[in-house]
């Protein structure tokens, strides 16, 4: 901390400032002229206007209803809902956990002695919050030394806070911040008193381990959403309402595309009938596509000895993720968490020549992985997934070439499923990294140059790389603004070393390739996911499990139905027949639920003029047509993968 | 054995005969004018001259030259085999343990002293059996009290033969066969001397543990073939020779198809591009086949909860063929051995009712099942396996429809692949059974019915069915005459129970279905072992890998060869070109050992006249084409499945 009077500068707005180390920041703001501020930001942290400025450097003021004006106004609800709790539910009966925010709000994870918090207590909650904010609290950060926290707190009889204290490094500050009655250990930053609280809603209670530990105790998490303007709020509550609608948990169950099953297993995916019909039609998509560029696709098996983990080194950086060990004969087996060990099989099944390079190893290889059964959700957090996986072994003359190429296929293929916005993160090399710099710089340029090439928007998470090699990762804007990752594109230089892969050169000397891993959907169970709630369970034509079901109104419909039937199938369509005695206002509305993209209803006047009345799910009544035309129409949607 | 002197009836070729019990089957058939018969047939059994007869019965003699005839030969090279290695390494150093016939010839189980056997010994071996022959011992059988032969074979120091005399029951009957100064003890059938012993060659020398167990010592298995004539004997070592050449293990590694590897782990098979390939189209066509008859198609996880492993029954009655369990936060899982219970999970996912039976739910389904790491074989016998697997489940009136279908698929698909000649095997209720009388009659007439619409050659193994319900077995015969087990249709009366399946019926009520298991190829790992045999690795060419080779002659015919590359490859066709600038010697060879069936050579005269010199693996030269005859002649063949 330096010695007292110690002078340090920063610079606001271009000013350069300096002030004694250890002033507020309101107090260093208003020497820069700033008044309506309500924090700012030094390096990556954000600080409110009483925090202490201990550290000189470029400091940007935070104002009201800037990005970062919500970090310090959702710190503020956390604090603002604690304290509600521990006035209804009295203030030693109420043990804080941590109270962190989110992209969208804050929670708090509390245990309550003597009531289970449930989702009907939230309106009490919202009430008292709503009076706290009111009564204007000013609120007040105090440093504080160690023993007179933990005192504090032992008083409170905050057991988690105390320890938190204790895991707080000796030379590191400690600070409480205050409000009417209500004291609560934290860093800040928080709002200068409770009456500038903006607009919020607590959404939901769940379950939640103490430090994420499943051996500690389990705390309720009550989470809730907050920004600064009502009408804010109101559009994310909006957005909520339709993810909810569009939850492809629910749709999966209505439209039979999938089943998880509590006694199967929680995580493990089984594709029913109408799910399996899509997923093979993207599957065959995938591999065409695949094929087309020169991928060699493989099969490998779902389980590996042990001796094959050790050698990737997955038991030992990877084995918490893995199922447990087996054993048979005295050798242990694990079910696959990865395909690459496989793959490096494959290549090594017998010597490479440069002539064979980039060699392209492609396949949809099922992984098990273990999660907590308490973070599984539908198809996005499963045990059991089939990645869409390649590893690409080049020669480092290929290094470029083949970036550009594979950045080029994924987001091609994802423009294919109607994605056309991507955010592009490029993470690279750490500080503790293996592989020379001629890799690390060739590898990272060559991602570089690839998303520039292509022009996508992209962030560097410098020295957020794995230890092994730098990647890029491909996020998708799905239909309600959410950004989901998809694609991979990762750089190895730890397996070929491990598995000593090499390749014969045209100076006939053996040779170390280069190894990327990549994958374009991520997960065919997260990426379905994905679509069904981007999409709202109506999937483009191409990919929609039945593309028409033929509808005729009476009986004596029927037999010039079987005939619009047949024409369809033979056409190459996925066509269903609804011939049931049920009234066609039943029919349509049943086809309708099942998100079939195109009926053709067959009447009396149909049968006459030999034609159909087609209605798209998507455009309502489109008119009478003749099977021809229908199908004419049917092949461009499908062509054009709309 | 009842009183002496107590009489029985046999019927010799017709003529009723009454003996004395217990008078030597050569006295009876004596008795009944047959003097050059080697034994007989009585029940199951075959008995030798000089054995008791102690029933009655129907009693067919056998000569020499029935197939009958080739099991007594056989047990008596396996004694003629003990004799001479107890000649060789010492009576009392080799321990016998058992020695029976075999489908071709016989083996003996041994554990020599101080020596391990290797193939290198074998024609000392059988130098010192024809000796052995040639001394023309007569074989003598002797029945002996249990205290006699424990005490003889303790003498002989005959271990094994003590724990075999150990299990015999107490009321049967002990007899030792002795030739020379050898004995063994023995239930036989043997010849009369050592000296009419046939034609015969010893073949190969493996391990095998005492009992099949692995806790057990390993023996030596020593295998021989035997016939009566010689010329039959070498007949089937030139199949053998063929089988060698054709060994998919071999072809799978030349042809690039798969690899085993120690490393990633025995039994566990890993598809390399080329064979990935095939597979590809093997799916893709089978896929296609299934939807057409209205098959369901679905994905399903290869782990399961221990529960529902406990539910169907295969943590009972199937744990020892199942991969170890995996405990996960106190719950158990198992890779999975099969994929009913899964397939039943999603017949549950919802109410059926009648309107939707049969329901026929297919998978290819990658089980996982423990074998012994000795048994494992290539792709026949492995680990983890991709079974072509499907559950029908049915209302009791469709049986008889839904098991015709599916037996005429079953048919018309091994005939797409080739096969043409089929040998069905019907296996009726055993003694003990679940299931009502009427199940099991009407799912055994309907198999039946099958067959017999079909025309198909069949067997039927009475009492042969599983506990749970009958099936077909369907084997198909080879290039090299040898059966493979195939199609399984089989009946299951118990999971249907134990799963509480039902459907709701025309009157509104629930109502159990019956349920068939049916595979067609079985498993695609060992099918392609098959496969690659009968064909030699030259697979018909719609399932080829590669279809056609280009082959440019010389620099200056690489840009036509290009051309007619594009054009094949716009066909649909998978084309190579091969433009390494090596003699069109080498590069025929080595296309030749690949197995491509058409190049399309590319010389002077082919540019010239825009044509290609067209040679079939199969076929030799075929003269030039225009390509678009090229096409059309490959067409022919793809859909003809040539």
């Given at each position: 901390?330096?010695?007292?009077?110690?002078?340090?500068?920063?610079?606001?707005?271009?000013?350069?400032?300096?002030?004694?180390?250890?002033?507020?920041?309101?107090?260093?703001?208003?020497?820069?002229?700033?008044?309506?501020?309500?924090?700012?930001k030094l390096g990556d942290e954000i600080l409110d206007l009483q925090t202490p400025v201990r550290e000189g450097g470029e400091l940007k003021p935070v104002f009201k209803g800037d990005p970062e004006s919500?970090?310090?106004?959702?710190?503020?609800?956390?604090?603002?809902?604690?304290?509600?709790?521990?006035?209804?539910?009295?203030?030693?009966?109420?043990?804080?956990?941590?109270?962190?925010?989110?992209?969208e709000g804050f929670y708090y994870d509390v245990e309550v002695e003597g009531h289970r918090i449930t989702e009907e207590d939230l309106p009490k909650i919202e009430e008292k919050m709503r009076e706290i904010i009111r009564r204007d609290y000013p609120i007040l950060r105090r440093e504080i030394s160690r023993e007179e926290a933990i005192k504090l707190f032992e008083d409170l009889k905050e057991k988690y806070k105390i320890e938190i204290i204790n895991r707080i490094p000796q030379d590191e500050v400690i600070s409480v911040y205050e409000q009417g009655d209500f004291v609560d250990l934290c860093k800040g930053p928080h709002l200068p008193s409770t009456g500038q609280a903006g607009a919020f809603k607590l959404m939901s209670v769940s379950g939640a381990y103490w430090m994420g530990r499943a051996d500690q105790p389990q705390l309720t998490?009550?989470?809730?959403?907050?920004?600064?303007?009502?009408?804010?709020?109101?559009?994310?509550?909006?957005?909520?309402?339709?993810?909810?609608?569009?939850?492809?948990?629910?749709?999966?169950?209505?439209?039979?595309?999938?089943?998880?099953?509590?006694?199967?297993?929680?995580?493990?995916?089984?594709?029913?009938?109408?799910?399996?019909?899509?997923?093979?039609?993207?599957?065959?998509?995938?591999?065409?596509?695949?094929?087309?560029?020169?991928?060699?696709?493989v099969y490998t098996p779902h389980v590996g000895r042990s001796k094959l983990w050790e050698r990737s080194g997955h038991t030992e950086y990877y084995k918490e993720n893995m199922f447990p060990e087996m054993e048979m004969e005295g050798e242990g087996y694990y079910v696959k968490p990865m395909n690459c060990p496989f793959h490096i099989a494959i290549y090594?099944?017998?010597v490479r020549s440069y002539r064979e390079l980039p060699m392209k190893i492609a396949e949809l290889g099922t992984v098990y992985r273990y999660e907590m059964s308490g973070v599984l959700h539908g198809l996005m957090r499963v045990r059991g997934f089939t990645q869409d996986d390649a590893h690409i072994i080049c020669t480092p003359d290929q290094v470029e070439g083949v970036i550009k190429e594979t950045l080029e296929f994924a987001v091609s293929m994802l423009k294919d499923f109607g994605f056309n916005e991507f955010k592009v993160y490029l993470s690279t090399r750490p500080?503790?990294?293996?592989?020379?710099?001629?890799?690390?710089?060739?590898?990272?340029?060559?991602?570089?140059?690839?998303?520039?090439?292509?022009?996508?928007?992209?962030?560097?998470?410098?020295?957020?790389?794995?230890?092994?090699?730098?990647?890029?990762?491909?996020?998708?804007?799905?239909?309600?603004?959410?950004?989901?990752?998809?694609?991979?594109?990762?750089?190895?230089?730890?397996?070929?070393?491990?598995?000593?892969?090499?390749?014969?050169?045209?100076?006939?000397?053996?040779?170390?390739?280069?190894?990327?891993?990549?994958?374009?959907?991520?997960?065919?169970?997260?990426?379905?996911?994905?679509?069904?709630?981007?999409?709202?369970?109506?999937?483009?034509?191409?990919?929609s499990p039945t593309q028409v079901r033929v509808l005729p109104i009476a009986e004596r419909h029927v037999s010039y139905?079987?005939?619009?039937?047949?024409?369809?199938?033979?056409?190459?369509?996925?066509?269903?027949?609804?011939?049931?005695?049920?009234?066609?206002?039943?029919?349509?509305?049943e086809a309708e639920l099942m998100k079939i993209p195109y009926l053709a209803i067959v009447g009396?006047?149909?049968?006459?003029?030999?034609?159909?009345?087609?209605?798209g799910k998507r455009e309502g009544n489109l008119g009478s047509m003749r099977v021809e035309e229908l199908i004419e129409f049917l092949r461009g949607k499908v062509e054009r993968k709309e």
């Open positions: 901390m330096g010695a007292m009077g110690e002078r340090i500068k920063v610079f606001i707005e271009g000013k350069e400032i300096e002030v004694e180390k250890g002033t507020p920041l309101g107090e260093v703001l208003k020497r820069a002229g700033i008044r309506d501020a309500l924090g700012g919500l970090e310090i106004l959702r710190h503020s609800l956390a604090h603002i809902m604690a304290q509600a709790l521990k006035e209804i539910y009295g203030t030693r009966k109420v043990h804080l956990g941590v109270g962190p925010t989110t992209e998490r009550i989470y809730g959403i907050a920004f600064w303007e009502e009408e804010e709020l109101k559009e994310r509550l909006r957005l909520h309402e339709e993810a909810k609608r569009r939850d492809h948990r629910r749709l999966g169950r209505e439209l039979e595309f999938f089943l998880i099953d509590e006694e199967v297993g929680p995580g493990l995916v089984i594709w029913l009938p109408r799910g399996a019909v899509y997923r093979r039609v993207l599957e065959d998509y995938w591999k065409e596509e695949h094929i087309k560029r020169g991928y060699q696709l090594k099944s017998r500080e503790h990294a293996i592989g020379t710099n001629e890799q690390w710089e060739r590898s990272q340029s060559a991602l570089r140059e690839a998303i520039e090439d292509l022009g996508l928007e992209y962030e560097i998470d410098e020295g957020g790389g794995a230890f092994y090699g730098p990647k890029i990762d491909v996020k998708i804007r799905d239909a309600l603004g959410r950004l989901w990752q998809c694609s991979t594109i990762q750089f190895d230089f730890n397996l070929p070393e491990r598995f000593d892969m090499t390749y014969v050169g045209p100076d006939n000397k053996k040779h170390r390739p280069y190894m990327i891993h990549r994958a374009i959907l991520g997960s065919i169970e997260r990426f379905t996911g994905v679509l069904l709630e981007h999409y709202g369970g109506l999937l483009p034509l191409w990919l139905a079987k005939k619009v039937f047949s024409e369809l199938e033979r056409a190459g369509f996925r066509v269903e027949m609804d011939e049931r005695e049920e009234r066609l206002g039943a029919k349509i509305r009396d006047r149909e049968v006459e003029t030999e034609t159909v009345s087609v209605r």
